[in-house]
């Protein structure tokens, strides 16, 4: 049997046939990392942003309309005008707050899941690395014995070293 190793992630799956050692497949140099879902209540879908702030709009119109119809049935002079005045301002900047608040809490959790895919990214490069250098270290090693045993069967191993693209000094 030939000695045919290939590389891995799983140390667990080292399988032994007689003398010949399987390490499992190759990995897929194209992994990403799968995103984790998140909890129902953290996470509410932006239309159900977008739904509640429609709302705080309405309502706030509704508002201003029933202040409105309350001026010009009661008092429609300057001072109604100016007392419409004092109550369509605080509402007004009540909307706008609850706009502007809402809007940077979704700047947040939006920076919040870029930094998370973000991390995830690396920590799936950094694997990516480490199985790159484990099969590294694999196939020189392979290429040493191999180069070894042609060397102790006194046959030339200089064609094997260039195909293998070592320096003179690699042996």
Request: aromatic share 8%; proline share 6%.
């Amino acid at each position: 049997m030939s000695d045919t190793t290939a590389r891995t992630s799983d140390p667990v799956s080292d399988v032994r046939y007689g003398d010949t050692a399987v390490f499992g497949s190759a990995p897929e140099p194209d992994r990403v990392a799968e995103p984790r879902p998140e909890p129902a209540g953290r996470n509410p879908k932006p239309w159900g942003r977008d739904l509640r702030f429609m709302l705080v709009v309405i309502v706030a119109i509704a508002a201003l309309f029933l202040a409105f119809a309350l001026v010009v049935a009661f008092t429609p002079n300057a001072a109604g005008v100016s007392a419409l005045a004092v109550v369509a301002a605080p509402i007004a900047t009540m909307v706008a707050a609850y706009y502007g608040i809402s809007l940077a809490l979704r700047q947040v959790g939006d920076a919040r899941r870029a930094a998370d895919a973000a991390e995830a990214r690396a920590r799936a490069a950094e694997t990516t690395a480490r199985e790159s250098d484990a099969w590294a270290a694999q196939m020189e090693s392979g290429l040493r014995v191999a180069v070894a045993k042609l060397a102790a069967a006194r046959i030339e191993t200089r064609d094997v070293e260039r195909a293998a693209g070592t320096p003179d000094d690699f042996f």
